[in-house]
Nanobody
Framework: QVQLVESGGGLVQAGGSLRLSCVASGRAFSLYAMGWFRQAPGKERELVAAVNWNGASTDCAESVKGRFTASRDNAKSTVYLQMNRLKPEDTAVYYC????????????????????WGQGTQVTVAS
């Protein structure tokens, strides 16, 4: 059974940084794309960033470009989200997710293409 466990969330002042981690287990991590999504109260879940199977291809939302970076360490079965220059509007629960099937193309960006989800980690940015 695939399990995803996020960590690294917390309370940070605007302009600060956080690094989220997501450890995966239950299957061969290196074959699958990974995505980071977030959901703020009253809003729909949205893509933050995604990374393909080997980390060579990434995509991210316009709102976080230049501030957030997704990366992965396949030896550690871990995907990261480095978040810099955080803003109050980045406040949300952040989830990592992975698709059902392996892929060697660009990572999917639609949440419907992701099957397995972590429990989420809260990020709160104070102004």
């Amino acid at each position: 059974q695939v399990q995803l466990v996020e960590s690294g969330g917390g309370l940070v002042q605007a302009g600060g940084s956080l690094r989220l981690s997501c450890v995966a287990s239950g299957r061969a991590f290196s074959l699958y794309a990974m995505g980071w999504f977030r959901q703020a109260p009253g809003k729909e879940r949205e893509l933050v960033a995604a990374v393909n199977w080997n980390g060579a291809s990434t995509d991210c939302a316009e709102s976080v470009k230049g501030r957030f970076t997704a990366s992965r360490d396949n030896a550690k079965s871990t995907v990261y989200l480095q978040m810099n220059r955080l803003k109050p509007e980045d406040t949300a629960v952040y989830y990592c997710a992975t698709p059902l099937r392996p892929s060697f193309t660009s990572p999917p960006t639609n949440s419907k293409e992701y099957t397995y989800w972590g429990q989420g980690t809260q990020v709160t940015v104070a102004s």
